[in-house]
C-alpha cells in the first residue's frame, strides 16, 4: 500500500509541475472571475421588496398555463414550480437571484463541464506521454505491479479533477460573497420531492449539483485513459474524448426517438434527467442508467488493464 500511495503522490507531483496544469488552474479561475464581472455589470439588481408581487403573478400565470393543452412533462415542471412559489409566500422565503451569492455559485457549477475538458487532456497524455517519452520503462523496473502503475495514474487524474472542483467552489463562494454579498448565506434550497417542498441544505444541494455533473466527467475521463492506454496516442485520446463530449449532446436528441438509444453511454450519462422526471426515452430509471454507466465503466478499465499488462515496452 505504501507503494501504491507513493506511485500515485509521484503523478500528483508530475501533473502539477506540467505549465500546462496551472494554465488550465490559471483558465478556471479566469473563468469565475468573468462570469462575476458579467453577472454584475449586466444583471439589473433585483427589486426585493416586491419579490412577493412578483412570484404572486408567476404563480397566477402557471395556473393559467396548466389550462393549456401541453405535455405530461411540461405540465409536471409548471406544477412544480407552482407548488415551490406557493412555499415562498407561506414561508416568507426570498427565491434566489442570479446576482447573490448562491445564484453565483449555482451558474458557476455550468463550468464542470471545462473541468471535464481539463481532466479529460490530463488522462489522455498522462500515459501516452510515457510512452512518447521512453519513460514507462523507468515505472515498470520499480516493485509494483503494472495494475498499480495503471491505477496510480488513474487515480492521480481523478484527484486533479477533484482539486478543480474543490477551487471552483472555493473561488465562486468567495467572489460570490464579494461581488453581490453574504446576505442569504443561510438560505435552503427548496426541492420538489414525492409530491411535496422540501428545503434543504444549499451547500448540499450545489455538491449535489456538482455530482451529477462529475458522472459525465468520470466517464468521459475514463474513456480518454483507456484510448490513452490503447493507442498509446495521446493527441487521438484527446480529440476523440473531447469532440464526443461535445458533440455527444446533439447526437442523442437527434436519436432519442429510437429506443436503442438508451443503451448508448450518452444517454445517460445526464443524470439530471430523472431529477427534473423528463426521462430521455420513455421507460429509463435512474436504475437503468447506473447499470449501463457501470457496464461502460468496467468495459473501459478492463480495456485498459489488459492491454497494458500485455503490452510489450522493450526497448
Known amino acids: 500500500m505504501a507503494n501504491f500511495i507513493g506511485l500515485i503522490r509521484n503523478e500528483n507531483m508530475k501533473i502539477y509541475r506540467r505549465i500546462g496544469s496551472i494554465i488550465m488552474l490559471l483558465l478556471l ?12 455589470t449586466t444583471t439589473e439588481k433585483a427589486n426585493d421588496a416586491n419579490w412577493k408581487q412578483a412570484v404572486t403573478k408567476e404563480i397566477k400565470e402557471d395556473k393559467k398555463t396548466l389550462n393549456e393543452k401541453l405535455p405530461d412533462d411540461i405540465k409536471k415542471h409548471v406544477k412544480r414550480n407552482i407548488a ?13 437571484q442570479s446576482d ?3 445564484g453565483f455559485v449555482d451558474n458557476t457549477s455550468d ?34 505491479s503494472r495494475t498499480m502503475v495503471l491505477f496510480s495514474k488513474y487515480i ?29 448565506v443561510s438560505a435552503p ?4 420531492t414525492d409530491g411535496k417542498v422540501v428545503e434543504q441544505n444549499m451547500v448540499l444541494h450545489i455538491m449535489s449539483t456538482y ?38 449532446s446533439i447526437a442523442i436528441q437527434i436519436l432519442h426517438k429510437y429506443d436503442w438509444v438508451k443503451y448508448v453511454l450518452f ?40 492491454v497494458f499488462n500485455k503490452r510489450d515496452v522493450a526497448a
Open 29 to 40: 479561475v479566469g473563468g469565475i472571475i468573468l462570469m462575476g464581472v458579467i453577472e454584475k
Open 84 to 96: 415551490i412559489n406557493e412555499y415562498r409566500l407561506e414561508h416568507n422565503i426570498k427565491p434566489i
Open 100 to 102: 447573490s451569492l448562491w
Open 111 to 144: 463550468l464542470v463541464s471545462v473541468i471535464s475538458i481539463f481532466t479529460i487532456i490530463i488522462a489522455g497524455g498522462i500515459l501516452a506521454s510515457e510512452f512518447s517519452w521512453g519513460t514507462i520503462k523507468l515505472l515498470l523496473i520499480r516493485p509494483v
Open 156 to 184: 492521480a487524474t481523478l484527484l486533479y479533477a477533484v482539486f478543480m472542483l474543490v477551487v471552483l467552489f472555493a473561488v465562486s463562494w468567495i467572489l460570490g460573497g464579494i461581488l453581490f454579498g453574504f446576505e442569504g
Open 189 to 192: 434550497y427548496l426541492a420538489y
Open 211 to 248: 455530482g451529477l455533473n462529475c458522472i459525465s466527467l468520470i466517464m468521459m475521463v475514463t474513456f480518454a485513459f483507456m484510448m490513452s492506454t490503447v493507442f498509446r496516442n495521446s493527441s487521438l485520446a484527446i480529440g476523440i474524448s473531447i469532440f464526443l463530449t461535445m458533440g455527444s
Open 267 to 306: 444517454a445517460n450519462t445526464d443524470l439530471t434527467q430523472y431529477t427534473t422526471g423528463t426521462p430521455l426515452v420513455e421507460g429509463m430509471t435512474l436504475g437503468f442508467s447506473l447499470t449501463v454507466l457501470a457496464v461502460y465503466f468496467i468495459i473501459f478499465v478492463a480495456l485498459s488493464l489488459v
